[in-house]
Nanobody, 124 residues
């Protein structure tokens, strides 16, 4: 499985940004794709995830701290997962990663394949 994250950049507080993650390879038919971030001095933090399945999927999970500001979505035709981030704050500055979980949303500790990350920097 390969994941390619993109869309990061330098923004100001209050801006919005949408990150993209293209998923390819032998993904399996049912899985989840999650978004994480890591900033210097902090542990990697789960943000949001969305499920894929042959019968639809599309269920989502969010970290409480980003509910209402971040939205995860997907485009099945493009095999792409998005993370829409609104009302950005300087504390959102981090490297953002997408990851593939072959076990699905119910197993949040089983993210196995990771993208390379994209830097998001928010200035005040």
């Amino acid at each position: 499985v390969q994941l390619q994250a993109s869309g990061g950049g330098l923004l100001q507080a209050g801006d919005s940004l949408r990150l993209s993650c293209v998923v390819s390879g032998r993904t399996g038919s049912s899985y989840a794709v999650g978004w994480f971030r890591k900033s210097p001095g902090n542990e990697r933090e789960f943000l949001a995830a969305i499920s894929w399945s042959p019968w639809g999927g599309g269920d989502t999970r969010y970290q409480d701290s980003v509910k209402g500001r971040f939205t995860v979505s997907r485009d099945r035709a493009k095999n792409t997962v998005y993370l829409q981030m609104d009302s950005l704050k300087p504390e959102d500055t981090a490297v953002y990663y997408c990851a593939h979980n072959p076990s699905g949303l119910g197993y949040p500790d089983r993210y196995r394949y990771w993208g390379q990350g994209t830097q998001v920097t928010v200035s005040s």
